[in-house]
């Protein structure tokens, strides 16, 4: 059997697996719940994490906010693949609701929302479930515009159906934005939606990858962070967004260094040498949007600037992935090994203009030069 039907046959095992992980916010009616309105006064919800599998989660949930806090953390088993919380939410003073007893009591109100991260046998899946916060102050709009989505968490690049309905007597002028966090929010449809009128409105997430507004430099990181409805400027509609490769990928993925069927970590000049990316077999999801990606192999070198060697680019579509690049190894005075460093790059549209986007991250370990 030749070595790449072996592969094939041992990734494709990988891929059958692979464990997913998911957290969901159910409202009293075992409804998932995507925003809730902070001018209530309370809710009572359930936090469940979902898995294909049984598994043991380390669980922190955190506040989306500048000092963002931490309410809770804890180690939950998932036993035929749910482990759920029950969750008090209030905003204002603090409800002296005795009705039942709840595991976590959250006070929400300095919070943009409100996420969970996960650890799972050391893989680390972060914001997932995010629970948005909006300040609808009782708008009467929310009687009478119903908007529902065929997706509930949707990644950056997946396609959303958003079914709108007016009952409100008079016409709405109805936009789909996104929210950009960090940055200013723009436009993705915009209609005019007449009494009884109903319609369906098909959008797509931006691919628009979470990049620090100051590059090496680091700073605030620009992101989708969802998609909303908004009637004269209030957000009555909430779908948040997970960006997989910012909060899974990045997080997870390994360099791997072999040479004539043996790993390595420290290589002589003239070697030929296969670098390969791989993620571990716990993913948010198996099935993706796509992203373009590139693994290069770069050459770090003392008082010169690093170069490529070597590239591959290929295409994101399913989560866990491997790929793989081979290159000859040199040595020159100034080189001190060689790393891969996983791209991925698209062309934003933001706000009806096109931003070539580049972001890339460093894998470890990097392979010594002897």
Known sequence: MKWSLVFLLVFSAVLNA??????????????????????????SLKLCVVSSSDVSVHLTLRGDAFGAPKYYEAILKTQRGKACKDVL???????????????????????????????????????????RVLRLGGSE?????????????????????????????????????????????FDLASFVLASNEKREINVTVPKLVAVNLLGPLGGPAVAVRGLYVSINGTALYYVPVYDYFTYYVKQNVKSEWRSGGRALKAVG??????????????????????????????????????????????????????????????????????????????????????????????????????
């Open 269 to 370: 000049p003239g070697e030929v040498v296969t670098g390969c990316a791989s993620l571990p077999e716990v993913v948010p999801r198996t099935e993706v949007p796509p992203l373009e990606a590139s693994l290069k192999v770069v050459e770090d070198l003392s008082f010169a600037p690093d170069e490529v060697v070597a590239k591959k680019n290929f295409v994101i579509d399913k989560l866990p992935f491997k790929e793989c690049v081979s290159f000859v190894t040199e040595k020159r005075w100034n080189t001190k090994g060689y790393k891969l460093v996983l791209e991925v790059s698209e062309d934003v549209e933001v706000m009806r203009g096109k931003v070539p986007l580049r972001v890339s991250v460093e894998l470890s370990p990097e392979l010594a030069v002897r």
């Open 141 to 185: 709009l929310t009687r009478c515009l119903k908007v529902n989505s065929n997706v509930t968490y949707p990644f950056i690049g997946e396609h959303v159906k958003l079914a709108v309905s007016n009952s409100c007597g008079t016409p709405l002028d109805v936009t789909v934005k996104v929210d950009v966090e960090n940055f200013a929010d």
């Open 89 to 131: 939410l209030y905003f204002g003073e603090r409800p002296s609701t005795t009705e039942r007893s709840y595991d976590v009591v959250i006070n929400a109100n300095n919070v943009n929302g409100i996420y969970a991260d996960v650890e799972v046998n050391g893989v680390k899946l972060e914001r997932l479930g995010y629970l």
């Open 18 to 43: 692979a464990t997913t992980v998911s957290v969901y916010w159910l409202d009293e009616k075992n409804n998932v719940m995507t925003f809730v309105d902070g001018s209530k006064g309370y809710y």
